[in-house]
């Protein structure tokens, strides 16, 4: 995957790129030219997932796997081996999630407070502070993942998390924007197909979040990576410091 002289072969890094939504931004951005590195906790997770997608869109080489924790600074020396001194084009934060845990006492709402912020807001700082220096000037692209759930509540620290990241996204579109960097978030709403929900979604729930949608459907993680691909591409370079909602409808754009 080294860049070879005079060639211009883009790079992204999704971070998550092991399953759901960061799979198949993964995989759009394989098909629109990218070498992709997958990055994730689980190592055999994201080694399928690398060989999956590189066969799928029979680009051998293309995708690599990192085995990661993004919640430990330590742990982001794996992923600039894996970068390997080349120029980044795109670092695309949609590792997190919902963690759940006892509330009884104050030490425990502590840990359940900081499991979300780190799960949701450090990976997505420690990974973009790592590829800051090695990002594309002018063209580089940051996307992060928030949620609807910070738009309009729901999931405690977790919608507190994913709220976190806009009010980052605009400080760093402002620090970045005069080296032609552009930094959006992209704010899915119920998205069916991913690991997200685990066991906790239910056919009632399912129903509940369909029927709160404007076109009657749950989204789809190839909905999601539309819109990421689109804002990594070239011709979004006039779109930064903004917050696009991936819903069906279920909030209304603010
Ligand atoms: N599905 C939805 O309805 C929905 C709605 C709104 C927003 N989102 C957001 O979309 C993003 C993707 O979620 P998804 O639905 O595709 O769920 P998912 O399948 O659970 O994907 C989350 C990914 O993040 C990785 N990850 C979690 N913590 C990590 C860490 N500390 N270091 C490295 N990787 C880590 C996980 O892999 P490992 O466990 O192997 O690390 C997993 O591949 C998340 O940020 C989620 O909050 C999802």
Redesign the pocket.
Known sequence: MREQQGERRRLAVV?????????AVARGLVEDGFDVLV????GD??DAAARRIADECGRAGAVRAVT????DPEQLAAVLDAVDGRTVDAVVN?????LGGPTGTLDEVAAWWRANL???VL?AVLLTEALRPALRRPGGRVIL?????AQRGGGGP?SAA?AALHGWAYDLAAQLGPEQITVNVV??????E????GDRMTPEGHAKRVAATLVGRA?T?DD?AAAVRYLVGPSAGYVTGQVLGVNGGSVFGR
């Open positions: 971070s998550g790129g092991g399953t759901g939504i960061g799979a990055v994730g906790r689980r997770v994201v990661a924790d993004l919640t949609n590792a997190g999630g919902y780190d799960a949701n990976t993942l928030s949620s609807i759930a977790y994913k704010s899915p709403g119920y998205v069916a991913t690991e997200f929900f989204g993680p999601i």
